[in-house]
């Protein structure tokens, strides 16, 4: 069945890059996803990548995808305390999306 | 924008009660979903649907049934709460389609006791 795999925490200075890593199963995923969760809130879309791209940039945000090792990381420029959060990685299946545990990104000052 | 309202924020049910959780989206939307968040599982699904009347089981249905009479309303119901249904409990909507981007509700935090 599909698994999406992402460690579970990571912790950056104010400043730093932040990179979360994710690795999925499904090969037919058309689109992947990357939620911001933050505390006591729903899930927002922070951005997706289509499966026949390598990249996509917005603004502090890089997605990479590398398909063929199924892994698809997210890079966060610059990091600041408001990016401190949960974020889920998600595959897209059949009408449904299958998320990631998520990685709880802790920044410091 | 498009929203997705869950009925409470947070809700106190007694072991054995049949509680409702409530969910609106207002953006025309075929697909909802109900999903339980808990520490160190992320989310699961619990049931979608993907049309009026329509329903799927996702991955932990068990103790649950929905309901989706009108296209913007999809209700979790469980039929008798118990403690380890205590949970965040989250709704989602979506279009049909490849791009399957769901829009989510802030959440219902309930609590059996």
């Known amino acids: 069945g599909e698994d999406v795999e992402q460690s579970l925490f990571l912790s950056v200075r104010e400043g730093d890059s932040s990179v979360i890593n994710c690795t999925y199963t499904?090969?037919?995923?058309?689109?992947l996803y990357w939620y911001k969760q933050e505390p006591g809130a729903g899930l927002q879309l922070l951005t997706y990548i289509f499966s026949n791209m390598d990249m996509k940039q917005d603004q502090r945000l890089t997605v990479l995808l590398n398909k063929k090792d199924k892994h698809l990381s997210l890079r966060i420029a610059d990091t600041q305390t408001g990016d401190s959060a949960i974020y889920f990685c998600?595959?897209?299946?059949?009408?449904?999306?299958?998320f990631g545990k998520g990685t709880m990104l802790l920044v410091s000052p | 924008d498009v929203k997705v309202t869950q009925s409470s924020r947070y809700l106190v049910k007694r072991t054995g009660e049949k509680v409702f959780l409530e969910c609106v989206q207002d953006m025309d939307h075929e697909n909802m979903f109900w999903y339980r968040q808990d520490p160190g599982l992320g989310l699961r699904l619990i049931y979608f649907s993907y049309d009026v009347k329509m329903k799927e089981k996702g991955d932990i249905p068990e103790g649950y049934s929905v309901s989706r009479e009108k296209k913007e309303r999809f209700s979790l119901i469980l039929e008798s709460a118990s403690t380890n249904q205590t949970s965040m409990y989250l709704c989602?909507?979506?279009?049909?389609?490849?791009?399957?981007?769901?829009?989510f509700g802030q959440g219902t935090r309930l609590t059996v006791v």
């Open positions: 998600a595959e897209s299946g059949y009408s449904t999306l299958t």
């Open positions: 989602a909507s979506s279009l049909s389609g490849s791009n399957t981007e769901a829009f």
């Open positions: 499904d090969s037919s995923s058309t689109y």
